[in-house]
């Protein structure tokens, strides 16, 4: 068993049952089937970020029989914890990705992969969704983008992650010919992220099937996001 100090076993404990817990809100909202999908979760234990850790789900494992001890604690090179709780399974065949994502970009504190029906069907015609509800406006500050296709095995799927999310206002992505990739300040904003980006591509599709989008002037854009990400809410986290 790979000791730890008392402060950081309990805050690796602290994340395994929020990241447990939250692989049902996929289930939930329908973001899921089967076994495919996933969230992680980042343990922070340096000021720079380069020596933290991440827990993400097994592979191939039913949400069901998803539990705090059976989910995978990584280093930020996506290697598994030796003697760690959970090191005796495979973890998710997203776990590159995902380890990219986190060793490029500090501030983020979770990613979420899902295969839900509206955000898969734009990424396989490899279309951004437009910023036409002010919902989206919000949430993502603009268009949901399109990221490059790119096959699962290595952190390909998490450089087009970091290319394409770095500098833009969108937590989401759309992985080309794959699904949404999102991410978050920690796990539950970035399923937050998931919850709504399924929600945008739902509603975007049935607007278009019916006529022309109205697109929503930049500067409306501009401060319906300033508005949500500043003022919205009881306090920075109510939104989450």
């Known amino acids: 068993m790979t000791p730890f100090a008392s402060e950081i076993a309990q805050a690796i404990d602290g994340i395994r049952a929020d990241v447990a817990r939250l692989h049902a809100e996929l289930v939930r909202y329908g973001l899921v089937v089967w076994t495919g999908g996933n969230v992680s979760g980042r343990i922070r234990l340096s000021e720079d970020g380069s020596g933290d850790l991440f827990v993400i789900k097994p592979s191939g494992i039913g949400y069901d029989d998803l539990a705090p001890e059976n989910l995978i604690l990584c280093d930020l090179d996506g290697a598994v914890i030796p003697g760690s709780v959970g090191s005796d399974r495979a973890p998710s065949s997203d776990t590159a990705a995902h380890a990219y994502v986190y060793r490029n970009m500090p501030e983020v504190g979770g990613v979420v992969h899902t295969h839900s029906d509206y955000a898969v069907a734009w990424a396989a015609r490899g279309e951004e969704i437009p910023c036409v509800i002010t919902a989206m406006a919000d949430e993502f500050g603009g268009p949901i983008p399109v990221g490059p296709f790119a096959v699962i095995g290595d952190d390909s799927i998490g450089r087009g992650i970091v290319q394409t999310l770095r500098g833009h206002r969108s937590r989401a992505v ?14 539950a904003d970035a399923v ?16 278009r099937e019916a006529g022309p989008l109205i697109p929503i002037p930049q500067e409306a854009i501009d401060r319906l996001y300033d508005r949500y990400q500043h003022v919205y809410g009881q306090s920075t986290d109510a939104r989450r």
Do not use: C, S, W, Y
């Open 174 to 187: 759309l992985m080309q010919n794959h699904g949404p990739f999102t991410i978050g300040a920690d796990a």
């Open 192 to 207: 937050k992220a998931a919850v709504m980006v399924e929600d945008a591509a739902r509603t975007v599709h049935l607007a």
